[in-house]
Protein backbone atom coordinates (compact mmCIF):
# COMPACT_ATOMS: atom_id res chain seq x y z
CA UNK A 1 0.00 0.00 0.00
CA UNK A 2 1.62 3.26 -0.87
CA UNK A 3 0.36 7.08 -1.68
CA UNK A 4 1.22 10.71 -1.39
CA UNK A 5 1.15 12.66 1.71
CA UNK A 6 -1.62 15.55 0.95
CA UNK A 7 -1.54 17.89 3.37
CA UNK A 8 0.73 18.45 6.25
CA UNK A 9 -0.58 21.38 8.97
CA UNK A 10 0.60 22.94 12.24
CA UNK A 11 -1.37 24.90 15.23
CA UNK A 12 1.00 26.74 16.71
CA UNK A 13 -1.10 27.79 19.85
CA UNK A 14 -3.00 24.52 21.03
CA UNK A 15 -7.10 25.11 20.01
CA UNK A 16 -6.50 28.85 18.40
CA UNK A 17 -5.60 28.33 14.75
CA UNK A 18 -4.32 25.88 12.31
CA UNK A 19 -1.92 26.68 9.37
CA UNK A 20 -1.25 24.64 6.14
CA UNK A 21 2.76 24.10 5.11
CA UNK A 22 4.42 22.69 2.45
CA UNK A 23 7.18 20.97 3.57
CA UNK A 24 8.96 20.82 7.21
CA UNK A 25 11.57 18.83 9.18
CA UNK A 26 10.67 16.32 11.69
CA UNK A 27 13.31 15.11 14.45
CA UNK A 28 13.21 11.36 15.60
CA UNK A 29 11.27 11.80 19.31
CA UNK A 30 9.97 14.91 18.82
CA UNK A 31 6.74 16.83 18.10
CA UNK A 32 6.00 18.54 15.03
CA UNK A 33 7.90 22.00 15.37
CA UNK A 34 6.05 24.80 16.57
CA UNK A 35 2.80 22.63 16.47
CA UNK A 36 1.35 23.14 19.68
CA UNK A 37 4.11 25.12 20.82
CA UNK A 38 1.98 27.10 23.48
CA UNK A 39 -1.32 26.61 25.00
CA UNK A 40 -4.39 28.68 26.71
CA UNK A 41 -4.42 27.93 30.30
CA UNK A 42 -7.45 28.67 31.95
CA UNK A 43 -8.61 29.76 35.57
CA UNK A 44 -9.11 26.08 36.30
CA UNK A 45 -6.20 24.53 35.34
CA UNK A 46 -4.31 22.47 37.23
CA UNK A 47 -0.49 22.62 35.57
CA UNK A 48 2.56 20.73 36.35
CA UNK A 49 5.98 21.08 34.67
CA UNK A 50 6.11 19.81 31.13
CA UNK A 51 3.49 18.24 29.42
CA UNK A 52 -0.55 18.76 30.40
CA UNK A 53 -3.57 17.20 29.82
CA UNK A 54 -5.94 18.85 27.28
CA UNK A 55 -8.46 19.87 30.20
CA UNK A 56 -6.21 22.49 31.57
CA UNK A 57 -6.04 24.29 28.50
CA UNK A 58 -9.20 26.49 26.18
CA UNK A 59 -10.01 24.20 23.57
CA UNK A 60 -12.88 23.30 20.40
CA UNK A 61 -14.54 21.02 22.54
CA UNK A 62 -15.55 23.25 25.40
CA UNK A 63 -15.22 26.55 22.90
CA UNK A 64 -16.60 25.60 20.05
CA UNK A 65 -16.17 29.26 18.21
CA UNK A 66 -12.25 28.64 18.74
CA UNK A 67 -12.68 26.08 15.56
CA UNK A 68 -12.84 29.44 12.86
CA UNK A 69 -9.55 30.12 14.35
CA UNK A 70 -7.08 30.47 11.59
CA UNK A 71 -3.31 31.16 12.16
CA UNK A 72 -0.03 31.99 10.73
CA UNK A 73 3.61 31.72 12.49
CA UNK A 74 7.18 33.99 11.90
CA UNK A 75 8.98 31.51 13.20
CA UNK A 76 11.74 34.16 13.62
CA UNK A 77 10.32 36.59 15.93
CA UNK A 78 8.12 33.98 17.59
CA UNK A 79 5.03 36.32 16.27
CA UNK A 80 1.65 34.69 15.56
CA UNK A 81 -1.08 36.29 13.92
CA UNK A 82 -5.02 34.86 14.71
CA UNK A 83 -7.84 35.37 12.50
CA UNK A 84 -11.75 34.75 13.31
CA UNK A 85 -14.61 35.61 11.18
CA UNK A 86 -16.45 37.58 14.27
CA UNK A 87 -12.90 38.99 15.84
CA UNK A 88 -11.11 39.98 13.23
CA UNK A 89 -6.89 39.81 13.37
CA UNK A 90 -4.72 40.30 16.63
CA UNK A 91 -0.74 39.60 15.70
CA UNK A 92 1.21 39.11 19.20
CA UNK A 93 4.04 37.57 20.59
CA UNK A 94 2.68 34.57 22.98
CA UNK A 95 6.02 34.78 24.88
CA UNK A 96 5.63 37.97 25.32
CA UNK A 97 3.84 38.77 28.50
CA UNK A 98 3.18 42.66 27.62
CA UNK A 99 0.82 40.99 24.77
CA UNK A 100 -1.09 39.00 26.63
CA UNK A 101 -3.95 41.49 28.04
CA UNK A 102 -4.18 42.36 24.49
CA UNK A 103 -4.61 38.81 23.34
CA UNK A 104 -7.06 37.94 26.31
CA UNK A 105 -9.26 40.79 25.36
CA UNK A 106 -9.50 40.15 21.84
CA UNK A 107 -10.40 35.74 22.65
CA UNK A 108 -12.52 36.29 25.79
CA UNK A 109 -15.27 36.69 23.75
CA UNK A 110 -14.98 33.72 21.92
CA UNK A 111 -14.99 31.22 25.38
CA UNK A 112 -18.75 30.59 26.79
CA UNK A 113 -19.18 32.68 29.77
CA UNK A 114 -20.35 29.73 31.72
CA UNK A 115 -17.06 28.11 31.24
CA UNK A 116 -13.39 28.37 33.17
CA UNK A 117 -12.11 31.46 31.31
CA UNK A 118 -8.71 31.89 29.67
CA UNK A 119 -5.79 33.47 31.62
CA UNK A 120 -2.40 32.74 30.43
CA UNK A 121 -0.48 31.25 27.78
CA UNK A 122 1.61 28.19 28.79
CA UNK A 123 4.78 26.72 26.78
CA UNK A 124 6.43 23.18 27.76
CA UNK A 125 9.34 23.24 25.52
CA UNK A 126 7.56 20.25 23.19
CA UNK A 127 4.30 20.29 21.82
CA UNK A 128 1.13 20.39 23.83
CA UNK A 129 -1.03 17.28 22.24
CA UNK A 130 -3.68 15.53 23.08
CA UNK A 131 -1.20 12.79 23.80
CA UNK A 132 1.51 12.46 26.10
CA UNK A 133 3.61 10.66 23.86
CA UNK A 134 5.65 13.40 21.25
CA UNK A 135 3.58 12.31 18.12
CA UNK A 136 1.90 14.02 15.02
CA UNK A 137 -1.26 13.03 14.04
CA UNK A 138 -1.41 10.87 10.88
CA UNK A 139 -4.96 11.02 8.96
CA UNK A 140 -6.64 9.46 6.01
CA UNK A 141 -8.47 11.52 3.12
CA UNK A 142 -9.90 9.00 1.87
CA UNK A 143 -11.71 7.95 5.69
CA UNK A 144 -12.80 11.46 5.47
CA UNK A 145 -14.48 11.20 2.17
CA UNK A 146 -16.27 7.60 3.48
CA UNK A 147 -17.17 9.31 6.87
CA UNK A 148 -19.00 12.57 4.87
CA UNK A 149 -20.68 10.16 2.40
CA UNK A 150 -22.01 8.02 5.64
CA UNK A 151 -23.31 11.38 7.26
CA UNK A 152 -24.61 13.20 4.00
CA UNK A 153 -22.60 16.32 4.67
CA UNK A 154 -18.82 17.08 3.21
CA UNK A 155 -16.91 17.20 6.73
CA UNK A 156 -13.70 19.52 6.29
CA UNK A 157 -10.08 18.57 7.02
CA UNK A 158 -9.94 21.59 9.87
CA UNK A 159 -12.63 19.98 11.99
CA UNK A 160 -9.96 16.90 12.80
CA UNK A 161 -6.82 19.48 13.65
CA UNK A 162 -4.63 17.07 12.15
CA UNK A 163 -0.52 16.98 11.13
CA UNK A 164 -0.18 15.04 8.19
CA UNK A 165 -3.34 13.91 5.32
CA UNK A 166 -2.34 10.92 3.27
CA UNK A 167 -3.88 9.79 0.17
CA UNK A 168 -3.79 6.49 -1.07
CA UNK A 169 -5.14 4.63 2.15
CA UNK A 170 -8.07 2.04 1.84
CA UNK A 171 -10.47 3.69 4.09
CA UNK A 172 -10.12 3.28 7.81
CA UNK A 173 -6.65 1.10 7.05
CA UNK A 174 -5.09 3.39 9.55
CA UNK A 175 -6.40 2.13 12.41
CA UNK A 176 -4.83 -1.67 11.76
CA UNK A 177 -1.51 0.38 11.72
CA UNK A 178 -0.36 0.54 15.08
CA UNK A 179 2.51 -1.16 15.72
CA UNK A 180 3.74 -1.07 12.26
CA UNK A 181 6.33 1.75 10.98
CA UNK A 182 5.74 4.22 8.51
CA UNK A 183 7.82 5.78 6.03
CA UNK A 184 6.96 9.21 4.41
CA UNK A 185 9.54 10.51 1.99
CA UNK A 186 12.89 9.71 4.33
CA UNK A 187 10.92 9.94 7.74
CA UNK A 188 9.85 7.18 9.82
CA UNK A 189 7.11 6.61 11.65
CA UNK A 190 6.21 4.12 14.35
CA UNK A 191 2.38 4.42 14.89
CA UNK A 192 2.16 4.29 18.77
CA UNK A 193 -2.26 4.38 19.17
CA UNK A 194 -5.81 5.21 17.20
CA UNK A 195 -7.00 9.16 17.90
CA UNK A 196 -10.18 8.72 20.06
CA UNK A 197 -12.05 11.77 19.03
CA UNK A 198 -13.41 14.71 21.11
CA UNK A 199 -16.85 17.14 20.54
CA UNK A 200 -14.73 19.83 18.55
CA UNK A 201 -15.52 18.08 15.54
CA UNK A 202 -18.40 18.49 15.40
CA UNK A 203 -17.51 21.93 15.23
CA UNK A 204 -17.72 23.62 11.83
CA UNK A 205 -14.27 25.06 10.93
CA UNK A 206 -15.76 28.02 9.41
CA UNK A 207 -18.13 29.34 11.10
CA UNK A 208 -17.66 28.23 15.13
CA UNK A 209 -20.94 26.64 15.23
CA UNK A 210 -22.03 23.16 16.09
CA UNK A 211 -23.52 21.37 13.02
CA UNK A 212 -22.42 17.88 12.28
CA UNK A 213 -22.70 14.58 14.80
CA UNK A 214 -19.56 13.43 13.71
CA UNK A 215 -18.99 11.29 17.20
CA UNK A 216 -22.70 9.69 17.05
CA UNK A 217 -21.87 9.07 13.20
CA UNK A 218 -18.77 6.97 14.29
CA UNK A 219 -20.39 5.02 16.55
CA UNK A 220 -22.65 4.31 14.65
CA UNK A 221 -21.55 3.08 11.63
CA UNK A 222 -18.27 1.97 13.47
CA UNK A 223 -18.85 0.94 16.91
CA UNK A 224 -16.12 3.53 18.54
CA UNK A 225 -15.15 7.22 17.78
CA UNK A 226 -11.39 6.72 16.61
CA UNK A 227 -10.02 8.76 13.51
CA UNK A 228 -6.65 8.64 12.87
CA UNK A 229 -3.78 7.18 14.28
CA UNK A 230 -0.60 9.06 16.76
CA UNK A 231 3.02 8.29 14.90
CA UNK A 232 6.27 8.78 16.47
CA UNK A 233 9.13 10.07 14.24
CA UNK A 234 11.69 7.35 14.95
CA UNK A 235 13.90 8.34 11.78
CA UNK A 236 14.40 12.57 11.14
CA UNK A 237 13.95 13.59 7.60
CA UNK A 238 12.15 16.35 6.09
CA UNK A 239 8.54 15.88 4.30
CA UNK A 240 6.47 17.60 2.07
CA UNK A 241 3.79 17.35 0.19
CA UNK A 242 3.18 15.31 -2.62
CA UNK A 243 5.88 13.09 -1.01
CA UNK A 244 4.88 8.98 -1.26
CA UNK A 245 4.22 6.97 2.20
CA UNK A 246 4.64 3.37 2.24
CA UNK A 247 4.46 1.21 4.92
CA UNK A 248 7.65 -0.76 6.09
Excluded at 52 to 81: Q, Y
Excluded at 202 to 223: I, R, Y
Aim: charged residues 20%; neutral net charge; proline residues 6%.
Amino acid sequence: MTGRLAQIYRHPIKGHGREALASVRLLAGACMPWDRHWAVAHEAAKLVPGWNRCVNFARGAKAPALMAITSTLDEATATVTLHHPERGEIRFRPDNTADLPRFLEWVTPLNPPDRAQPVSIVCAGRGMTDTDLPALSILSTASLADLSAKMGISLSQDRWRGNLWLDGVEPWAELGWVGKHLVIGHTVFRIEERIERCSATTVDPETGKVNAPTLTALNTHFGHQDFGVYGVVVESGPVAVGDEWRLA
